[in-house]
């Protein structure tokens, strides 16, 4: 305090030059620019701006429900009789929804979802999570005491990468990611100051995965840093690939021979959609390989309430399965965990709604399989559609989106339009999604968001909305093609 009793003026202790410069570094191109402004075009519209569109349509984003996908019926009443007990003496609810709010609430803090769970996640949730990896994985085990129940994978990644991250300089950890990625991870891996390792997904083979370019890549990283971890999602986002089992054994046996600790993304395990396809979990993969690699591979495999046919992304829950973890640091991810005291108690019943649904004989079985049913099958069929109107477009080259929720497509921009972006500081994909976005209120991510081969463009767009909105979104999309490429020819 000065002289005269007034405080001395001072600066800002937190200013963009004083924050932590990881933080910086993240991008988000999910929820980036193109989503900002469609967020503002909205609020124009409903003021009275007039635009050459009625609605922004946002296909940007895997988020189901906001899409009109309505929710599964047994999981909705489960969620209405834990947060609401009363309701349990109310006869309009199956007698199987009664009985597994009870068995939730029972282990429940006062029988209240209200209350704090362990940190590890509910017991009864846990033991659920676990049996369904065994009913799902033909009868190897798993062990409750692996499980982890986390707020979306999301959460689960995050701490995985947590304890991975480690050294300074060269001896920083590397993290494999597949290009293009999900961009949670480089997200991550820039606010923990670690070093992200790319790998190249091969476009002209349906965005397969090849070892010899996971090879290439280690190499080139081990000049810069220790690489420790490899990442894969499957099926894949935003490329939609379904992995065979022989690519993911080859992978397993990779990620021994290189001492690497394996992270799969699996949270779109039901979204498989191609004739020929099938998904398999590194897990069941690993374990049916033999003790060899059983004993020894280190994985984390991580799912969630948010996608297949669920679609529940704003309970927030999920799983994290770890496999030949070392005691001590299972310990300290324990530890790790309990600092944010639990994950959200609604999210953790509804994952076990999700392992948990309801079996032959039950009430409420025939609905369940009904609805179930119903959305896999229009988005098996939405994924064929995508796929084949976008390749009727002249300059736009679209994989099969054998799963997952999203197409990724290649587009070919003529030179004066990379000119033109580049003239206004942006990638030329962005430039590109931006432009469609005033012109149409269709709003996509450019693929320049998730990574990309050097001169190659595309964008993410979700194959998530009703199927005459669908069908609108992409002949919309194809006349703006058509246009955008005239104008900048």
Not at 109 to 124: E, H, P, V
Not at 261 to 272: G, H
Request: hydrophobic share 35%.
């Amino acid at each position: 305090m000065s002289e005269n009793g007034a405080l001395p003026r001072l600066g800002k202790v937190l200013t963009v030059d004083t924050m932590n410069p990881n933080v910086k570094k993240v991008d988000y191109a999910v929820r980036g620019p193109i989503v900002q402004r469609a967020v503002q075009i909205e609020k124009e519209l409903k003021e009275g701006v007039k635009k050459p569109f009625e609605e922004v349509i946002k296909a940007n984003i895997g988020d189901a429900h906001a899409m009109g996908q309505q929710p599964i019926t047994f999981f909705r009443q489960v969620m209405a009789l834990c947060t609401y007990p009363q309701l349990l003496d109310d006869n309009k609810f199956p007698e199987d929804t009664k009985s597994r709010a009870r068995r939730i609430l029972q282990s429940c803090g006062g029988n209240s979802i209200g209350a704090y769970t362990t940190s590890q996640g509910i017991d009864c949730v846990r033991h659920d999570v676990a049996n369904y990896i065994q009913r799902r994985d033909g009868g190897i085990p798993s062990d409750p005491d692996n499980i982890y129940l986390t707020t979306g994978a999301s959460d689960g990644i995050v701490t995985i990468l947590k304890l991975l991250t480690a050294g300074e300089g060269r001896t920083r950890t590397g993290v494999m990611i597949s290009i293009p990625q999900y961009p949670l991870y480089s997200a991550s891996i820039a606010e923990l100051g670690a070093v992200q390792v790319n790998y190249y997904l091969n476009e002209e083979k349906c965005w397969s995965l090849d070892i010899s370019e996971l090879q290439r890549s280690l190499q080139a990283a081990r000049e810069h840093c220790i690489p420790r971890v490899l990442c894969i999602i499957n099926p894949g986002n935003p490329t939609g690939q379904v992995q065979s089992r022989q690519c993911i054994e080859d992978v397993i046996k990779f990620a021994a021979k290189e001492n690497l600790f394996l992270m799969a993304d699996e949270v779109y395990q039901d979204n498989v959609y191609a004739e020929g396809c099938e998904f398999h979990s590194f897990k069941k993969v690993l374990f049916e390989m033999g003790p060899e690699y059983s004993s020894k591979v280190e994985l984390a495999s991580f799912h969630s309430t948010s996608k297949c046919y669920m679609g529940e992304c704003g309970f927030r829950g999920g799983y994290m399965e770890v496999i030949n973890m070392d005691p001590e640091v299972k310990a300290q991810l324990t530890k790790l965990v309990s600092v944010r005291l639990c994950p959200p108690a609604p999210g953790q019943a509804l994952m076990d709604l999700v392992v948990n649904s309801p079996q032959p004989g039950e009430p409420s079985y025939q609905t369940f399989i009904k609805e179930r049913t119903a959305i896999l099958s229009a988005l098996a069929e939405k994924a064929k559609l995508t796929e084949e109107i976008l390749n009727t477009v002249p300059g736009i080259s679209c994989n099969p989106v054998q799963g997952a929720m999203y197409s990724f497509p290649c587009i070919a921009l003529p030179e004066r339009a990379i000119n033109a972006a580049k003239a206004k500081g942006q990638a030329p994909d962005m430039f590109y999604c931006m432009k469609l976005l005033e012109e149409t209120g269709i709003c996509l991510v450019p693929g320049s968001g998730f990574g990309q081969r050097e001169g190659t463009y595309h964008f993410r767009m979700t194959i998530l909305p009703p199927t005459d909105k669908l069908k609108i979104l992409l002949n919309k999309l194809k006349e703006f093609h058509q246009k955008f490429t005239q104008q900048y020819s």
